[in-house]
């Protein structure tokens, strides 16, 4: 008769039942934090309602046509990148990933999970504006593989920018940068105001932005029916790339 073992198994999950495992987590802590959750689904919308219904702004015909491409791209930034970068900031000063350092999990499974959980929340927040958007009589055209696509790479670049910050600053420090490239990004990235509207040479810099790639490559494809330029295309995939990479590199757990 074999004997029963009871000691615990010494080799670590699969990489994959980490993933899993941790993205749920994620997804929980995301469900939790209610304030942080709200801000990231009213402001956008509060956007779109304010610039379309009053004329704050002088914006192209039809207004609504115009701003929910950019409003979507700033509900990627917003989740992605700003709620992303401050959650992650004070997980690591209260000591949470401190404790997820000394387990088996690698960094890039943490990175990804975070990355994944976003996601999700996004699908939320794309659905709600597409709904606000029809309802102010939005017509979108365009492929859908391609708004995905651009959605799923500036998911990547923003969480990546957002997990960078967290990961070598302070908890305070990553606070008020993320809030304050936020502001930054979202006046600045064509997201309500055109990049027309600036300088040639100032409008050549800015276009090199994720969230004007992002907002660019959304409003070609869903008002006119257009392809995504190139320059879109690389501009997101560089920075996904490269802040993903670099978080990689420099994320410390505590």
Known sequence: MTALSLAPAGAASPRSRQLVAQTR???GLLARNGE?????VVIPTVVLVL???????????PRVDFLVPGVLALAVMSTAFTGQAIATGFERRYG???RLGVTPMPRWVLLAAKTIAVAVVEAGQVALLVVVGLALGWSPH???AAVLGLLLLGTAAFSGLGLLLAG????EATLAAANLLYLLL??????VFPLTDFSPGLRHTLALLPIAALTDGLRLVLRQGAAVPL?????????AVGTVALAGRTFRWS
């Open 25 to 27: 987590v994620e997804l």
């Open 36 to 40: 942080q959750l709200l801000l990231t």
């Open 51 to 61: 610039f379309t219904q009053a004329p704050v702004a002088d914006l192209p015909k």
């Open 96 to 98: 949470v990933l401190k």
């Open 142 to 144: 365009g492929s859908p």
């Open 168 to 171: 070598v600053l302070r908890a």
């Open 186 to 191: 979202l006046v600045l990235g064509g997201v």
């Open 231 to 239: 320059h879109d295309w690389v501009t997101l995939a560089g920075w």
